[in-house]
């Protein structure tokens, strides 16, 4: 008797123990990532900060890995990193980036080429345009010539767009004329003949500044040089993500026969006064405009993640027009809007919070996909 007892009680515990196995696998099934849930229909792709390609934080390294595709160096592939000097290069962060890229098995988007923000001091007391056409093709040629192969993609332009969609006054304007985008994607077609070649740019999801973008982008392909898409960049607002925009704007990229990505994702929470991510502009520190300091209340939690979850429904809506969904970090505390406008702020603008938990925005966007 006592045996058969024992047996049952060691039968029936083996099928408990069997049920909780597959219990746990449909768990673990369930917890897909996010490049599990969106793998076939665009790259899911976060910025990198130096510390994070370096693996710093083995936690935020895992983080990394498990949810994302796609990288994009935050800075350091910008002109004033790469080329702190005339004809000085400084390859080291980048060439991390791109062992990390390999590592991780994931594509990088190379970030950026041309861009008036975060110039080397000496470009940016340049006064003769001889001077700056050398450094303008020297940039490119070195660093796309050294790049092709190993990455995906560039930003070969960042932002030469104003807000009504004329050009931006900068450096690069003032001394090379309106044709520079062109040759910058001209120059950046030879150097790096297998890299694919973007332009990038904010609140270009705007009618004027749209009109201007289509504009500048009928311009390169008028000029028989290679455009393969563009990046729109995707700093909202939570509450008041213009979605109508954000959909024409798509429909009318994607006419150009070129990709469309969205490149710098994220959602505002906090009280400002300018839109947009012009880094010149500021605004003045308040703490009646810091009002998050010890987490989300409940309703700016469920309007961030409403947003986010009609975003990527949006998203998935034309994902034969999208081919990557790129976050502007990995997690808040991380996030550039923690200082811009106003700096010292405390912002919840992504999917995972300033522990690398999931927040209910990551929730309701894999939910899509359930
Ligand atoms: O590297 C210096 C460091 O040496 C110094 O000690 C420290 C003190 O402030 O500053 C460090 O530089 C900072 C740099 O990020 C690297 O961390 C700059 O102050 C800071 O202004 C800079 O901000 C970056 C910003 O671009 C600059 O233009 C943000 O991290 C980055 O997220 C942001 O990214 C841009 C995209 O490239 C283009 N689209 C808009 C987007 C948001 O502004």
Redesign the pocket.
Known sequence: MKASYLFVFLLSSAVIWQQACVTGKKVQKQNITLKQAFGNDFLIGT?L?LDQIQEKNPEETALIAEQFNAITP??IM?AEVMQPQWNTFNFEPADKMVEFARKYNMKVNG??LI?H??LPAFVRSMKDPDSVRQFFENHIKTIAARYDKKILSWDVV??ALNEDGTMRLSVFLEKLGENYVTEAFRLAQVAAPHTELYY?D?NIEQPAKRKGCINLLKKIQQAGVRLDGVGI?G?WLAGKVPFKDIEESILEFSALGIKVMIT?LDLEVLPRNVQG?D?NQRQASNPALNPYTNGLPDSVQQQLAKDYEALFRLFLKHKDKISRVTF??VHDGQS?LN??PIRGRTNHPLLFDRSLKPKPAYYRVLKIKS
């Open positions: 910025a900060s935050e800075n910008k970030h950026t861009w923000s975060q960042n932002e990038n904010y960049q700093h710098e991510a880094v502007w970090g550039w200082d811009w």
